[in-house]
């Protein structure tokens, strides 16, 4: 639930969770791993950068880490609700596609 106007605000509380979303090619260079583990990198020596995924993740995507920079930001607001109305928007259909790729529930466009 964002309380501010802070444009990146959910960017950054995901990758302090340690959870970037995909597609964020500014703030997950601050999630490293070592063993497996992920761990937050210190702001000053995570430059942004194209975002690095797991081998078997680039597989289920089709892409290659060369091509992962065209990858875009797959945050996506599906609801607002506001006291006297509700707003729903539907999923890009890049967004669909991953869901498709991932085998993830929402992966088709439901009808109209």
Do not use: I, W
Not at 16 to 45: I, K, N
Not at 54 to 64: A, D, P, V
């Amino acid at each position: 639930q964002p309380m501010t106007a802070f444009p990146s605000q959910l960017l950054v509380h995901l990758t302090l969770l340690l959870c970037p979303a995909l597609g964020d090619h500014v703030y997950s260079a601050r999630v490293g791993t070592v063993l497996g583990e992920p761990f937050l990198l210190p702001a000053g020596s995570a430059l942004p950068r194209t975002q690095v995924l797991g081998e078997q993740l680039l597989r289920r995507l089709r892409l290659t880490q060369q091509l992962l920079h065209r990858l875009p930001l797959h945050l996506h607001l599906h609801q607002l609700l506001l006291p006297t109305a509700s707003l729903t928007a539907p999923a890009p259909p890049f967004f669909l596609q991953t869901l498709r790729r991932l085998g993830l529930p929402g992966g088709r466009q439901r009808a109209p």
